[in-house]
């Protein structure tokens, strides 16, 4: 073989070689997701979920209001109903013989409520009216109505009520609570009365 024929072969064998050791084409590769999207994703998701978050504590807010306003309520109309009745007990009456102004043993018990509803309102202050029916003058049972109020504060103040929170005043026959000339209308008017002049906007319960 001639030298150059021989050169050619070598360098044709060498070509094949290279081309057979050359570099491979890069694997395909599976696309990635765009960014944005998933971004766009992400907060769609989040705002959802915080719509809903929001919406549970706005819900529960007006549920703790609710509840707040109806325990107040109750409290108010607890209190109106324990105020109102200390004041029907400050207001019960108590009855007297004919012509006497001694505390009776039935009307003991009313002053004992008296004197309970008293040392649980320290700011409480009671005026007491002492009262006849039409029988005697107006002089006798102007004295008369007078010693029974005085009886009634003197059984307050001996439970330890102090005498500075009870008035006493004497209206004798002149304003009866039962209109009659027979002794079931003078039987009512022989009475003591209770008023309260201060310290009775909100009252407890003894």
């Not at 907060?43 to 959802?48: G, L």
């Not at 649980?120 to 039409?134: F, K, S, T, V, Y």
């Not at 007078?146 to 001996?158: F, I």
């Not at 009870?166 to 009475?191: C, F, M």
């Amino acid at each position: 073989m001639k030298p150059v024929s021989l050169l050619f072969v070598i360098g044709l064998g060498a070509a094949v070689v290279a081309g057979a050791c050359g570099p491979k084409a890069p694997p395909e590769t599976a696309p990635t997701p765009n960014a944005d999207s998933i971004s766009a994703a992400e907060r769609a998701r989040a705002d959802s979920a915080a719509a809903a978050q929001a919406e549970a504590d706005r819900q529960a807010r007006e549920e703790a209001e609710r509840v707040a306003r109806q325990r107040a309520a109750d409290s108010m109309a607890a209190i109106g109903r324990t105020t109102e009745g200390v004041r029907n007990m400050v207001a019960a009456m108590i009855h007297f013989d004919f012509d006497r102004s001694n505390i009776r043993p039935d009307d003991a018990s009313t002053l004992d409520q008296k004197v309970a509803i008293l040392q649980a309102n320290p700011d409480l202050r009671i005026r007491i009216g002492g009262h006849c029916d039409e029988r005697g003058s107006d002089e006798y049972n102007l004295a008369l109505g007078n010693r029974r109020a005085q009886s009634a504060k003197q059984y307050l103040v001996s439970h330890g009520i102090d005498a500075s929170r009870i008035e006493t005043q004497s209206w004798g026959e002149e304003r009866p609570l039962v209109d009659g000339h027979d002794e079931g209308a003078w039987s009512q008017n022989r009475r003591d009365e209770f008023e309260i002049i201060g310290g009775g906007d909100v009252l407890r319960q003894p």
